[in-house]
């Protein structure tokens, strides 16, 4: 992380400690942070951080919930076919219990961290990965920043590979509901139909102003995957001997990249643990990761396993895409793209904060107005990027599979066993035989399921668009 970053983090903190004294600050649109009782002129930006009471347990176990479903629970159904129906759920089980894992990785590092530098609060992800190379073996410090650099970008390319994956699930559910009423439009042609809503709702700086926005996703997704469940299930489910037990290798790496997609909150970890009235809460036996993430893999597997046992072979990229024609089933597949649309600026916004301050710099924007405009123009080319790169790869399962394993286990899988490596190492010693053991099997894996993953995911894009019309 850049010096300007680092002093941005300094800032909220202190912005933090003054307002429980009694006085709030917040960040302009150029950085500066402000006492909120001091009229500003300022306009409002992604980087206003103001001031927000603390989470009690409950309502972060609701945002860490939030930041975990998503597309990738509606495509658990397309996983299990890929993994089978016997061996998908137990490499679900494997991949959930090394994701949360790694995430108490992250905390105690950062909570280390934290410690060893005398700091109120624990550092996010990116920062806590350069604050341990900074701390560890002489021979690894160099390595600080530009490690930090490599975690914020793959946090980039996730969240607006994320993005590109969003303006498919939504093209793909609106053109089936665009066919029911006998209207045959290419998926891409709806693409750029759903451009303006969603730009519209990146054109939003200010996180305050997302809040109703994302409580109306939630309510969607949640409603939109009740309503596919029942009808996975009211007329019952074939006999499991219909469905395969298992599969050959490269669908297993297809399976590996679309589950641990699936597992896509990591990068909220450490915002939502310093936001708690009681941070203690967050990583203890019955805490809010826990128990978050037990209800989130349960999710996981009983869509999955439904899907798969529903609609066998034929089970689409999102379960929505095998509800039929009838009015309930559009409504259903309207009702998750709207709630994917209004979740899209949100995914959005974690790019921006990372990317817009390093903009911002490089091109020596510091007038107040300039900012404001310069920050709208670089959402906008974002937003239009994602939806180029959407076009290029309008193949919803394979598209997820492929963010999944190329920048999801990165984050997931491999920088947490890497940092923690380093911070429990000892002068002359090490970190000790079963910390290496355990993190070598962790990384072993990860990168397995990294390579095979990307392999096979690209191989079936290329092989797809061969088998396209021309």
């Not at 203690?280 to 809010?288: H, I, K, P, S």
Request: aromatic share 10%; with cysteine; proline share 4%.
């Amino acid at each position: 992380m850049d010096a300007e970053a680092h002093i941005q983090i300094q800032n909220i903190s202190t912005a933090k400690r003054r307002s429980a004294e009694g006085g709030g600050y917040e960040e302009t649109a150029c950085g500066k942070v402000v006492p909120v009782d001091q009229p500003t002129d300022a306009p409002s930006s992604g980087q206003n951080k103001g001031h927000h009471p603390p989470t009690s347990y409950l309502e972060t176990i609701v945002h860490l919930f939030k930041g975990n479903i998503g597309p990738g629970l509606f495509a658990m159904g397309d996983a299990f076919k890929n993994g089978g129906l016997l061996v998908a759920p137990f490499l679900t089980v494997l991949i959930a219990v090394m994701c949360i894992h790694c995430q108490h990785v992250l905390v105690a590092c950062s909570k280390k961290m934290r410690d060893l530098n005398g700091e109120e609060t624990c550092a996010d992800y990116a920062d806590t990965v350069r604050q341990c190379f900074e701390n560890g073996p002489v021979k690894l410090r160099g390595w600080s920043r530009t490690m930090s650099r490599l975690v914020d970008v793959f946090i980039c390319v996730t969240q607006l590979g994320f993005c590109c994956i969003y303006f498919v699930f939504i093209a793909t559910n609106m053109k089936q509901i665009l066919h029911a009423s006998d209207i045959d439009l290419d998926v891409r042609l709806v693409m750029v139909a759903a451009l303006p809503p969603i730009l519209l709702s990146c054109l939003i700086t200010n996180l305050k102003y997302l809040a109703p926005v994302s409580m109306f996703a939630n309510i969607c997704m949640i409603l939109g995957l009740a309503i596919t469940l029942y009808y996975a299930l009211k007329d019952g489910l074939p006999d499991v001997p219909d469905r395969a037990l298992w599969t050959n290798g490269s669908q297993l790496a297809l399976f590996f990249g679309t589950a641990i997609f699936a597992y896509e909150g990591i990068a909220l970890v450490m915002p939502l643990k310093n936001s708690m009235a009681k941070t203690e809460q967050f990583e203890m036996t019955f805490g809010v990761l826990n128990v978050g993430m037990f209800l989130v893999s349960i999710m996981f597997l009983f869509a999955g396993s439904v899907g798969y046992m529903k609609w066998g072979e034929d089970v689409g990229g999102s379960l929505t895409l095998n509800l039929g024609d009838t009015i309930l089933a559009q409504v259903v597949k309207a009702m998750v793209s709207l709630g994917v649309l209004f979740g899209y600026p949100l995914q959005f916004f974690v790019a921006v904060q990372i990317m817009w301050p390093k903009v911002k710099q490089c091109c020596r924007i510091d007038e107040e107005n300039r900012c404001l405009f310069g920050e709208l123009l670089f959402r906008t080319c974002l937003v239009l990027i994602t939806l180029a790169i959407a076009e290029l790869v309008p193949a919803l399962g394979l598209f997820i599979s492929l963010i999944g394993a190329l920048c999801s286990t990165a984050l997931a899988l491999v920088f947490p066993p890497v940092i923690e490596l380093i911070a429990r190492s000892e002068a002359n010693k090490g970190p000790g035989f079963w910390i290496c053991l355990k993190n070598l099997l962790i990384l072993l894996l990860a990168l397995l399921g990294f390579s095979t993953g990307t392999y096979e995911s690209l191989r079936e894009i290329i092989l797809h668009f061969n088998e396209e019309p021309k």
